[in-house]
Structures are given as structure tokens and as C-alpha cells.
């Protein structure tokens, strides 16, 4: 026999239902926002570059609709607890086994929704392995257990976890491991690309302001994983010319060239 | 004639065989477990083992979070660190959730089809024997000191590299733990086809049993891809093989290839069971039928399928270009319209029902909740884009763990609340029950929510430490405190779950008007089940025999008297009918024994020192053939 039990405490705990939920929605959206605004040196949120700004866009941009989604689904959820709770003496509610065409539609609806999602998707992928026309700055880096090595093939320079690049100058990285596995990330001005021993991975990027990024290996390699950070430090074309003359004079005063490394020797 | 045999004839292996199975028959106590084939028990130790090792994850979780809460810390050091994460992921997925998962297969499939055992009983001891002594053999580091430690996901060429013998019980554990993991998975799905009780058409199956049934085609087809990457992985650390190595021809994506083939997959059968308990749940508890049950069932299937097509969403930053991107983040955001289906047919379950809130529901509906917010993070994943910033950053720690304990764990839990009952024929204390529902999901949140923050500030995993001022302290301090939480609802569940045992209140066989076979029976069930096999009539059959429409189309409960349900059946079992069951066995457990003592020898025999190891590969060998001989000459039953 079927006994409505304890409803003293299924009463209580129901108002707890009602009252907290909404709580941690709320407090999501909180934390949500001081993500948003702090600046932090690794801060996907605060973009200091092209490529990183459109990765940004793109994530809001999706972001927004799925957060929607979620308090109205999440919402549905909970209210659905305190319409049809159990009341007291309640007779058996009708046996309904489904309705098929609001099943169509809320199988429609999320795939209609996802199809507008793959759009920037596949154009933003197209736009990021397009390198922009005209002047291109090749780097080869290169990670291994457990520092990077960036080399300037043009210019004939290396250096040691320090990429020196000019601003609004598009860099493409070429990018490889020696020993495991590692992946090349500097939050604020792009994506990751994985150094895979053996093959060869690209990626290119620009800095849109002066300033020193902080970046760090993205792909676990080991117990110096997460030590093995860099930096990538942008300077106007003039620094960038005067540091690059420096480096070719194996100038000692350079920040970085006592710290370089030939991975051909 | 039979007098006429001579005293001294030798006996035959066949009769010592015969008398040996007769004689574990009679074991008592700790003996019967043993050689025990009851699919309940089997389910029982199942759950036990399982959740021991969630206690020992759990452990490790908490050191990672220990260490992280402040920055600049170092309460272990890195290469602990390492080994501690890399054993808090393989526990949690092969020792925890896959097990746990077996856990209801073996308790509840039987009972749901309404057949007397698995289709296979002595495999199905041969599956938790193997999964045992492959989780021991996994942990066996902790004693020599050679732990994993190239992560759960074991990433050639580091993983090739890794000193020591901890990614050789790592490698080896998991392949011994796949052999229990394929065993499980032939037993359940021939089980499920061949067993069901007259009238269970497919259609008729519970959901449960349809999220087994995917799940079990899943293990099969999913494991032995990892079984070549692992004897791949083998040959390149003991015989220097160079699969993986570049320099000789090798590749180290083969490994992520494979590795997430199988991968995918497996996140799928670790989230499916979830799914069938929490769809048996939802209607129970509603009071109404699941909400298109042909749309949940296709949808199940539907991503048992699709799940194949999407393992590259996992390595969007190797390098594989564009126009495969592109095809793998489509093909992902085209799965989630089948999890979405199910989430919205949940709701429609509830919807209009009249809901009884009690402890199962919570945990069913809280894995519903939660389960919304992995899937919703999961689509920023597809988008390929901006997983090139999310991709091993802490924010794919936040999405799994929604997923995986968020969507799995809590589903797990309900399961354990709702069917406790029906095998220890005592009640889980529900006050008890909502303190750690209440202080699980609020410890849960407060734990993996600020992970989305911290990936979006760009934390990576798997990192040992960090310094000031990246802005991640607070919420990692959270995320700590938050854990800190967990691990207090785990002590309440404990407190609930041994109180209860002991002095929880008495069960009915049905007390919370099921809708499906085990509620028939008397709880716990004699060890035959059914005294007789039930005929099923219509999906929900258990429901079906309690209620009626009345003339005004109003539906009322069939008289006391008229049902024809557990009474008559109990009756019919105090009768003493004669039921033919399965003998205990312990060449199950034999056979498994054989399966470590090869492991270890591999692993030992090429050290300076480790003659000693190399005869028990085939000591090992011997072994596992007298358990797999003597399993296939004892006599089947009586
Ligand atoms: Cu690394
Ligand atoms: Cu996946």
C-alpha cells in the first residue's frame, strides 16, 4: 500500500528546494562575473591580440545563449518539484506516456540551435588557419623537459622562454617537442598548440599592445610540467629592431641571451 | 550395478570435480562468498570493493585539493603529485563509476528481467575476481613505491618514458581490469537478450536494463581498442618497440587516437547506467510512466553510436587541421541532441506527476541538474575555438566532473538509496539521507564550479603549483573548502548506510510503489528470485499488476487480494519447490589468480635482479588454465 510518509519533512525540505536553487544560480553568475573583470596575467577574459580577442567573442558568444538555457531548464527542473510535489491523499495523476510532437520539437530545437552554433565555429576555424596576407614573422619553438626554446629562423637568433616579438606584427609558430609531448599557451594572445615529437604544428598570432604575457606548457610532461612557463614579450617595431641588433651582437646586456640554447649543438 | 564398483578405483577428475562443487555448496561464512556465482552477492561485493576504492580516490582528491588551496605550496612534492592525480583519475573511472556501475548490473538486471541469475554465473564471478586483483595490482605501487605517473590518460611518449614500474601496473592493471570489464559485458548483454521472462519484449524492458544492454555493446566494442593501445604501449617499455617513438618511424598521436577510440566510448558507459537508474527513478517517484520511452531508449542507442565519431574533440590542439576540427566539433554538438532529448523527457516525467520527494528522487533529480550544466559546458567544447583556450585548463576539469560526478556519482547515489531496500531488507534513514544529499551537492558545486573560472583564467591542469598572483587563489581556496564538504557528506552517507543496516526500519517489498519486477519479490530476495517466472504483460508490468482504471477512467489500485504479487509468490517459494540453481565455484577465482601472477612477472623479470619473477609468467599461465579447465569440466548444476 502506498502511504504518504513523512510530510513534515518533505515539506520542509521542499522550501529548502525553492530556496536554494536559485542561490547557487545566482552565485554562479556572481563568480561569472569577477572572472570578467579581474585582469590576470593568463586572463582568457582579457585578450591582449587579435586571435585571442576572436577566441573571446567566440566563447561569449556562446556562452550567453547556454547560461540562458541553463536557468530556464534548471528553472523548469525546479519548479516541476514544487507544482507537482506529492499532496496530501493525492490520487494517481494521469499516465501519460508521452506526446510526440512535443518530442520532435525538443529534439528539433537543440539540434536547430547547435546547427547556428557550428557556423562561427567552422568560419572562426577557417579564418585561424588562414595566416593574414603580408609580412609573416616565422618562430620555431620548440618544447622540451622542461623549458622552450623559440628560434628566429630569418633573423638567425634563439632564445630560452622568452619570445620577443614586435606588436600588431602576425607571428606564425611552427611548433614541435623533443622529448614528450608539450603544448605552447599564452592565454592572452592565443589558443594552444600541442609540441608533438616528430611532427610539426602552426599557429599564428599577433600582440595588439606592448606588455610581457605570461604563457605556460598546456600538456602534462612530467614532474617540471608546471614549472615550465614563458614569456612572451611584445615591443614596438623600434625595441623590437634595437633588441634583435642586440641579440645578433650577442650583446651580454640582452635580458635573454645568456639563456640561449642550440638545440643543434 | 552400481555397488559393483571396486573400493579402490581411482577417482576420476570428473567426480573429484563434482565432489568439489557439491562440497562449495556447504561453505559457510566468508568461504561462501568465495564461491559464491549469486549474482546479488557478486553485485554486493561489486558495490563494496567499489566504493572502498571511491573512499581511497576520494583520499587522493583531497590531497590534490590540500595542495592547491593556497599558492606556492608543497605539501607533497611533484612527482607525488603526479602520482596521486594520475591515481585519483584511473580509480575514479576503472575502480569507482565502471564498477559501481557492474554493481546495479549485477544486482538489479536479474531482478528487472525477471530471471533467476546472469546468464553466465561463474563468468560473472570470474569478472569481479579479475576486477579485484586488477585494481590491487593497479594499487600495488603504493606498497613498492613505484606509482603511476604519466596521468589517467597515459600520453605517449611520457608515458613510455616513465621510470620506475608504476606505469607497468598502470598498463598492465588496466589490461587486466578490461578482461573482467569484457567478461561483464558478454554476461550482461546474452543475459538481457536470452533471459528475459516471457512476455518482456524489447520494447517492454525497463530503461535500466536498455542503458545496460548499450552500455555492456559499448564495453565490448570499446575495450579492445584500448587493449591494443595498452599492448602497444607494453611493447615499447619492456621490448623497446617504437610505436610510439618518432625517431624510429612511430608516432605518439597514435596513442591519443587510440586512447580516446576507446575514450569516448567509455565516458558513455560510465554516464549511461546513471542515466537508466535515474530514468527508473523519476517515474517511480512521480508517479507516472517515463516521459517517451521510445525517445529515451533511441536516444541511448543513438549515442551508443554517434559516441564512435567523436574522439578527436579530445585533441583539437594537436594539430590535425582545420577540416577535421571542424568534422569532430560538428559531430560532437550532434550528440548532444540526444542527451538533450533525455534531459527533456525527464522533465516531462515529472511534469504533471505527483512527485514524492524523498531521498532517491533528490539524488535522481540532482543528477539531472547537475548533469545540465556538464552538458552545457561540453557544447563550449564542441565549439573548436574556444576549446583551443579551454583544453587542459581547469575548465575541462569543472565540465567532467559535472559530467562524470555531477551526472554519474549522484545517479550512482540515487540508485543506492532507491534499492537498498530490496537487498537488505531495511530502509536508508531519510533524514539522514537529505543531510547528505543537502551537504553532497552543495559541497560539489563549491568544489567544481569555481573550475570554470580558474580555466577561464587560464590555469592549466595538472599542474603541481602556482604562484601569486595569477588570480586563481580564492577559488582554489573555494574549491578546497568545497571539497572539505564532500568528503563530510561521505562520512554522513557512511553513518547512514552502516546505521541502517544494523537498525534501519523495516522494508516492505515494495515501499516505494515500484513500477518494475524486483518489486514483486520480497526484499532481500530469496536467492532464486522468482519463485515462479513472472509473465510480463506491459512495460512497467509491476505497476500494471497494482493498478487498474475504474470505469470513470480514474486509476485506482487493484484490491488487496485480487493482485496476484508478492504474496502468492512468497507462498509459492515457502513451498519448497524444487529450483535448479547454479553450484558455487572457485575455479573463478583460480583462474583469475593466474591473471596478476603473469602481470607481476612481466613487469619484474627484466630488472637486475628479477630471475625471480620471470617462472611466474608461466606459473601464472598454469594457473589460469586449472581455473579455466576445472570451471569447464565441473559439473554446470546438481
Ligand atoms: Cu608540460
Ligand atoms: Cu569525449
Known sequence: MFHIKNSRTRFGVMSQVARRLPLFLLLFLLLLAVGCETDNPQNTFAPSGDVADKLRDLYLIVMWPLIGIMVVVEGLLVLSLIIFRQKRGQAVPRQTHGNTRLEVAWTIAPALFLFVLAIPTITTLRDLATVPDGDVMEIEVTGRQFSWSFRYPNEEITTTNQLTIPINQTVNVTTTGVDVIHSFWVPKLAGKADAVPGRSNAMWFNATEPGTYSGQCAEFCGVGHWEMTFTVVAMTQSDFDNWLRDQQAGNPNSNTSDLTWHPEE | MASAIPEQRPVSIGEALRGLRHEAATYKGILSWIATVDHKRIGVMYGITAFIFFLIGGLEAMVIRIQLAQPNQSVVDPQQYNQIFTMHGTTMIFLVVMPMSAAFFNLMVPLMIGARDVAFPRLNAFSYWVFLLGALFLNFGWITGDIPDSGWFGYAPLSVQSLGHGMDFWMLGLQILGISSMAGGFNFIVTILNMRA?????????????????????????????????????????????????????????????????????????????????????????????????????????????????????????????????????????????????????????????????????????????????????????????????????????????????????????????????????????????????????????????????????????????????????????????????????????????????????????????????????????????????????????????????????????????????????????????????????????????????????????????????????AGVVVLLIGIFGWGLEPEAE
Not at chain 2, 569532430?328 to 542527451?339: E, L, R
Not at chain 2, 552543495?442 to 570554470?452: I, M, R
Not at chain 2, 489500485?557 to 572457485?586: C, K, Q
Request: aromatic content about 16%; overall charge negative; hydrophobic content about 50%.
Open chain 2, 198 to 618: 516471457p512476455g518482456m519484449s524489447l520494447f517492454r524492458m525497463p530503461v535500466f536494463i536498455w542503458m545496460t544492454l548499450v552500455t555492456s555493446f559499448l564495453i565490448i566494442l570499446a575495450m579492445p581498442v584500448i587493449t591494443i593501445a595498452l599492448f602497444e604501449l607494453g611493447f615499447d617499455r619492456f621490448f623497446a618497440a617504437n610505436f610510439f617513438n618518432p625517431e624510429n618511424g612511430g608516432d605518439p598521436l597514435l596513442w591519443q587516437h587510440l586512447f580516446w577510440l576507446f575514450g569516448h566510448p567509455e565516458v558513455y558507459i560510465l554516464i549511461l547506467p546513471a542515466m537508466g537508474i535515474v530514468s527508473e527513478i523519476l517515474p517511480t517517484f512521480a508517479r507516472k510512466p517515463l516521459f517517451g520511452y521510445p525517445f529515451v531508449v533511441f536516444s541511448g542507442i543513438l549515442i551508443g553510436f554517434i559516441g564512435w565519431g567523436v574522439w578527436a574533440h579530445h585533441m583539437f590542439t594537436t594539430g590535425l587541421g582545420a577540416p577535421a576540427n571542424a568534422a569532430f566539433g560538428v559531430s560532437t554538438m550532434i550528440i548532444a541532441v540526444p542527451t538533450g532529448v533525455k534531459i527533456f523527457n525527464w522533465l516531462g516525467t515529472l511534469w504533471g506527476g505527483s512527485i514524492h520527494l524523498a531521498t532517491p528522487l533528490l539524488f535522481a533529480v540532482g543528477m539531472v541538474a547537475m548533469f545540465i550544466i556538464g552538458g552545457l559546458s561540453g557544447v563550449t567544447h564542441a565549439v573548436v575555438p574556444s576549446d583551443f583556450q579551454q583544453q587542459d585548463t581547469y575548465y575541462v576539469v569543472a565540465h567532467f566532473h559535472y559530467v562524470l560526478f555531477g551526472g554519474a556519482i549522484f545517479g550512482l547515489f540515487s540508485g543506492i538509496y532507491y534499492w537498498f531496500s530490496k537487498f537488505t531488507g531495511r530502509m536508508l534513514s531519510e533524514g539522514i539521507g537529505k543531510v547528505h544529499f543537502w551537504l553532497m551537492l552543495a559541497g560539489f558545486n563549491l568544489t567544481f564550479f569555481p573550475h570554470h573560472m580558474l580555466g577561464l583564467l587560464g590555469m592549466p591542469r595538472r599542474i603541481y603549483s602556482y604562484p601569486e598572483g595569477m588570480g586563481w587563489d580564492v577559488y582554489n581556496m573555494i574549491s578546497t573548502v568545497g571539497a572539505f564538504v564532500i568528503a563530510a557528506s561521505m562520512l554522513v552517507f557512511m553513518f547512514n548506510f552502516i546505521r541502517s543496516i544494523k537498525r534501519g526500519r523495516r522494508a516492505s517489498a515494495d515501499p516505494w510503489d515500484g513500477r518494475t519486477l524486483e518489486w514483486t519479490i520480497p526484499s532481500p530476495p530469496p536467492p532464486y528470485n522468482f519463485a515462479t517466472i513472472p509473465v510480463v504483460h506491459a512495460r512497467d508490468e509491476a505497476w500494471h499488476r497494482k493498478y487498474v482504471e475504474d470505469d470513470q477512467g480514474r486509476i485506482v489500485r487493484v484490491p488487496a487480494g485480487a493482485e496476484h504479487d508478492v504474496e502468492s509468490h512468497e507462498a509459492a517459494g515457502a513451498e519448497g519447490h524444487h529450483i535448479h540453481m547454479p553450484l558455487p565455484s572457485i575455479f573463478p577465482l583460480i583462474a583469475a589468480i593466474g591473471l596478476p601472477m603473469i602481470a607481476f612477472g612481466l613487469t619484474y623479470y627484466q630488472d637486475t635482479h628479477g630471475e625471480w619473477a620471470l617462472p611466474l609468467i608461466p
